[in-house]
């Protein structure tokens, strides 16, 4: 290769020691040799490496925490992959409630550290996602108080395809800006720095964890899907139901408020079946302990497949029934259907004012298969497109970071009346297609 530009930063080439580990992720299923990955120091090894990978005809995967739910969206053969996870830096203006964090970080560890100094991070369901999460959203039980994720962005640190460090806000770069909160990640260049609003956190919050067993999961779920939506803002509801096999019905979250009044709001799904309750009054400290149960990277066994949408109005009996059938059919520890509460903050926002369109459904809905032999893959993803098929009458659109490369027309899907507009901002700032891959924005033919 001959290329004016040096590698910077921690360069792992394939056949060099540390490069089995470098590939994994979170799901065992990817299955891509990239030729070499930069663990990035700082912006300027990234702008190395884009640069180099210019030079040298390479194709590029930026990477931060892993997570990707259609593995080899961080990963591509003979290409680089750009990983940030070592500028990982969480700068707190207490004064000015903001955070300046590196791109590198993972939820857990923003909102663990802001939580010791009285703020708020929101995050979802796993304390090692990493923020690949935000361009694309980021939802969670935080979501119907503080907004998602990226509607708290206030600045961002990007490098282009032309290795040019560009910055972003409201009035600077502003369409990048706009594209960065719900766009999703791998689209537009290699973020390396966001700047976010960050809210007080209360002293104390109530988190509750309810079970109830697996058979009373249509009353439960009937009452959900009413209550859960309409319910006060400050309480965020993740309703889980497992294979009927060895699952369960399991409802956590949090009420940013006293325990007694809880208590009140959760009474019209607590009195539903024979549930197992646990409420509780904690400190904000272990709150955020509480809701971010460990979940590793390097050794997490599972395959998966997953598809999500969202619902704008309540789930019919018809619907219930497709659930039913999955439910009965699939097999696997972390297999099932996830529900998370819409409203409040997020649906205050108008679905044209930032690139995340779905702003005013009810409520998210995700399914997913899990098993451990590759033999079994083929099985488990053809029954969850199957059964997106099926729900397709009762559900709009798809969320872009639970991405599925069964979705036919995966921008409008992803976003909705936004995806020209995004087409637009791709065409600006990346007209080659340099950050790409099987379902990233495409830039507009040049005329
Ligand atoms: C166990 C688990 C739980 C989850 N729970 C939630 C949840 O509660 N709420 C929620 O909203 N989502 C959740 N997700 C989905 C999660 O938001 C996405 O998987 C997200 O893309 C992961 O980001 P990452 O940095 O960890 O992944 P990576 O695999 O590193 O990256 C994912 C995508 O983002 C791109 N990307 C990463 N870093 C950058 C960067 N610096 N610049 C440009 N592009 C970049 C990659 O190219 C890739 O396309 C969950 C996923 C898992 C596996």
Redesign the pocket.
């Known amino acids: 290769m001959t290329s004016t530009t040096q590698l910077t930063g921690r360069v792992i080439f394939q056949g060099d020691p540390g490069y089995n580990v470098a590939r994994k992720?979170?799901?065992p299923r990817t299955d891509r040799f990239p030729k070499v990955f930069v663990f990035a120091q700082r912006t300027k090894d990234v702008v190395n490496a884009i640069k180099w990978a210019r030079e040298n005809h390479v194709p590029i995967?930026?990477?931060?925490?892993?997570?990707?739910?259609e593995g080899n969206?961080?990963q591509v053969n003979g290409g680089i992959v750009i990983?940030?996870s070592d500028i990982n830096h969480i700068r707190l203006d207490k004064v000015n409630g903001t955070a300046t964090i590196g791109?590198?970080n993972?939820v857990g560890r923003i909102a663990h550290t802001l939580a010791r100094q009285g703020f708020i991070m929101p995050?979802?369901?796993?304390p090692?996602?990493?923020?690949?999460?935000l361009?694309?959203?980021?939802?969670?039980p935080y979501q119907r108080t503080t907004g998602l994720?990226s509607d708290n962005l206030l600045e961002l640190e990007?490098v282009d395809a032309n290795g040019k460090v560009i910055r972003a806000n409201k009035s600077r770069n502003a369409d990048l800006f706009w594209a960065t909160q719900g766009g999703?990640?791998?689209?537009?260049?290699?973020?390396?720095q966001y700047k976010l609003k960050v809210p007080p956190a209360p002293a104390n919050a109530t988190v509750f964890s309810i079970t109830w067993p697996w058979d009373q999961f249509e009353e439960v779920f009937k009452t959900w899907q009413v209550w859960a939506p309409a319910v006060n803002d400050k309480l965020g509801s993740e309703l889980s139901i497992g294979p009927k096999k060895g699952g369960n019905v399991s409802m956590l979250g949090l009420f940013l408020g006293p325990k007694a009044e809880a208590v009140r709001l959760l009474t019209p799904i607590t009195s539903v079946g024979t549930p197992t309750k646990f409420i509780q009054l904690l400190p904000y400290t272990q709150v955020v302990r509480f809701l971010l149960q460990p979940?590793p990277v390097l050794t997490h066994p599972f395959r998966s497949q997953f598809s999500s949408g969202f619902a704008r109005r309540p789930f019919p009996e018809p619907a219930i029934k497709v659930m039913r059938q999955f439910l009965e059919n699939i097999e696997g520890k972390e297999a099932g259907f996830f529900f998370l509460n819409w409203g409040g903050a997020v649906s205050r926002v108008a679905p044209r004012a930032t690139a995340f369109f779905w702003r005013d459904p009810q409520f998210y809905v995700e399914w997913n298969t899990s098993w451990l032999k590759p033999s079994e893959s083929a099985k488990n993803i053809a029954i969850v497109r199957n059964t997106r098929q099926k729900l397709q009458p009762y559900i709009v659109g798809s969320?872009v970071?639970?991405p599925d490369l069964g979705i036919k027309n995966p921008g409008l899907a992803y976003y909705g009346a936004n995806f020209f507009r995004l087409r637009r901002v791709k065409t600006k700032y990346d007209p080659d297609n340099v950050?790409r891959?099987p379902q990233s924005i495409p830039p507009l033919r040049r005329p």
Request: net charge neutral; proline share 4%; no cysteine.
């Open positions: 992720n979170w799901d995967r930026p990477r931060g925490g892993r997570h990707s739910l969206f961080s990983d940030v791109t590198g993972r995050f979802g369901d796993s090692s996602v990493g923020l690949g999460i361009p694309g959203g980021g939802i969670g994720i990007m999703g990640g791998g689209n537009f260049g290699v973020y390396t979940d969320y970071n639970v950050f891959n």
